[in-house]
Each structure stands twice: as C-alpha cells, then as structure tokens.
C-alpha cells in the first residue's frame, strides 16, 4: 500500500511540476498585471502565483478532467480581487495597468490578457455580466486617454487616431494589440 500511495505521490509531483514548468510564466505575468508591477521586479504578483499554485497543488487529485491552468487563474484572481479592494492597499506606480484601479485590472487581465468570456468573468468575480462589459470599456478608454496621445505632424500623420487620421482601430477592442496600440493608416502600412 505505501509504495502505491508514493509511486501516485511521485507521479502526481511530476504531473505538477510538468504543468507549473509551462504555465508558470503566462501566470506570472498575469499577476504582475493584476497588481500593477513591473514584470522584472514583482514580489507581490510572485506571492500571489505561489499561493494559487500551492492551492492547485493541493487539489491536483481533484482536478481530473477539469483545466489545472482555468483552476489556478481562477484563484490567482481571487486572491487579488480578496486583497485588492482593502481601502489601506496602496495603489501601484509602475506597471502597464498601474493607472487603473484594482476592479479594472482583474477586468482587463481576465478579459483581455487571458480571453476568458465576460459572462465567465462575472460569474468569476461576482458581478453582473453588464457591469464587467462596462468596466472593461472603461479601463480601455481610460488606457487608450493616456497612452495614444501623441501630437501629429498632420491630420494624416502616423499614429494619428480619429476620423480625420485615415486610420481606425483594428482587431480587438484595444486595436490590435492585447493590451494597447492604434493601428497606423493605410498608407503607412504597406
């Protein structure tokens, strides 16, 4: 019996290690969005990704057929969302999403960095699935104010934005790119 429970323990070990190994990274970087970090030096979104992989190391044997990476995510967000909105937490400096606030980044992140629909983030972080639509539209328009604000040569000039640019936003809501960035005109992509 106890070399079967140490050959399963063994096993088991070597299954987390596997997936911790390739999903470490992506889940690092959602918790240095999450909290605001730079990603280079981010000892709070490190705290936040040992906790929700030692929560889903505990429950490795109870995920079968469940996505351990879906089940980490899930708790990486929690546990910010549980940390995030104490009144004494002071906000980040630095980081892509610094600017925005705690609500807007798990938002954003879950939405927009790891694709998880609105209905699922909802149901994630307990709200109506109309208040996430509209807190992710604002913390887009919120990104887009202070990171597209260039001054233009010209009404036609590259990374110009608006009607009298040529250009439009493309691709996803944030134009193109997962988390920011206009697409050039026509002209100026050939």
Request: net charge positive; with cysteine.
């Amino acid at each position: 019996m106890r070399e079967r429970r140490t050959a399963t323990d063994r096993r088991r070990a070597l299954e987390f290690e596997a997936f911790a190994a390739g999903a470490g990274g992506r889940l690092l970087h959602a918790a240095a969005l999450l909290t605001g970090e730079p990603p280079d030096a981010a000892p709070r979104a490190q705290r936040l990704l040992i906790a929700a992989l030692a929560r889903t190391y505990a429950d490795w044997d109870r995920l079968r057929g469940e996505d351990p990476y879906d089940h980490t995510r899930q708790d990486l967000a929690l546990r910010f969302a549980r940390t995030a909105w104490h009144p004494r937490r002071r906000r980040p400096t630095a980081g892509l999403l610094a600017r925005l606030g705690p609500q807007e980044r798990v938002v954003l992140v879950l939405r927009l960095y790891e694709g998880v629909a609105e209905e699922q983030t909802a149901a994630l972080i307990g709200l109506p699935v109309e208040r996430v639509h509209t807190i992710c539209a604002r913390a887009i328009r919120t990104l887009r104010q202070k990171t597209v604000r260039r001054p233009a040569a010209g009404p036609r000039a590259v990374g110009a934005v608006g009607p009298l640019a040529g250009g439009s936003l493309a691709g996803g809501p944030l134009g193109g790119s997962p988390l920011g960035g206009a697409v050039p005109p026509r002209e100026a992509r050939s």
